[in-house]
């Protein structure tokens, strides 16, 4: 998930920015499943053929979360 905010114009107009834009995301955030070790972006392979969003023994990859700053001058 992402959230992007683009500052006014108006704003910036008295500063030498053009353009700011600031978001936050975060990644993986939530897997509601009856599957207790499912993971959708992982692959498993089966012989010779891959099976998506399963995982044998591992972990579901960790969550994460971050700040985007876009500055255009």
Not at 15 to 40: H, Q, W
Not at 62 to 67: I, K, P, Q, T, V
């Amino acid at each position: 998930m992402r959230l992007d905010y683009t500052l006014p114009k108006k704003w910036l107009a008295k500063t030498f920015i053009e353009s700011a834009t600031v978001g936050l995301y975060g990644r993986n955030l939530l897997c509601i499943t009856n599957y207790p070790m499912f993971d959708p972006e992982t692959a498993s392979l089966d012989g010779n053929s891959f099976v998506t969003g399963v995982e044998v023994g591992t972990l579901p990859t960790a969550r994460s979360y971050g700040l985007n700053v876009k500055i255009g001058f």
